[in-house]
C-alpha cells in the first residue's frame, strides 16, 4: 500500500503561483511513477503531468506545458507540482497519483494509488 497526501492548494489570484506537494508513505516510493491529475467542477479528472520513477522522464497535457512543472524527492518521498501564470480555468481539485507502469502512464486506470486532493481556485 501507498498513501498519497496532498498540500500546497488554496486561493489565488490569475497569474499567481501555487507548489502543490504530494508526500508518499508505505512502500517504497521511488519504484513508482507519479502523476497529477485534476477535476474541475462538473468535469472528468483530467491528466495534468507525469514523471518517471527517477525523475529523469516527464510528459505534460498540452495545456500546461511550459506553465507547471512536476518534480520529485525520493529521499523525502515526496513529488511536487509547481504551478505559474495561473488561470481560473486551473481551478480545480488536484490529485497525485502513483503508478506501477514503467511507461508513460497518463490515463487514470494506469494508476494504482490515489491522494485525497487538494482544492486550487484561481481568480479572475
Known amino acids: 500500500q501507498v498513501q498519497l497526501v496532498e498540500s500546497g492548494g488554496g486561493l489565488v489570484q490569475a497569474g499567481g503561483s501555487l507548489r502543490l506537494s504530494c508526500a508518499a508513505s508505505?512502500?517504497?516510493?521511488?519504484?513508482?511513477?507519479m502523476g497529477w491529475f485534476r477535476r474541475a467542477p462538473g468535469k472528468e479528472r483530467e491528466f495534468v503531468v507525469t514523471i518517471n520513477w527517477s525523475g529523469t522522464t516527464t510528459y505534460y497535457a498540452d495545456s500546461m506545458k511550459g506553465r507547471f512543472t512536476i518534480s520529485r524527492d525520493n529521499a523525502k518521498n515526496t513529488v511536487y507540482l509547481q504551478m505559474n501564470s495561473l488561470k481560473p480555468e486551473d481551478t480545480a481539485v488536484y490529485y497525485c497519483a502513483a503508478s506501477g507502469n514503467r511507461g508513460i502512464p497518463t490515463r487514470t486506470y494506469m494508476y494504482d494509488y490515489w491522494g485525497q486532493g487538494t482544492q486550487v481556485t484561481v481568480s479572475s
Open positions: 508505505g512502500r517504497t516510493f521511488s519504484s513508482y511513477a
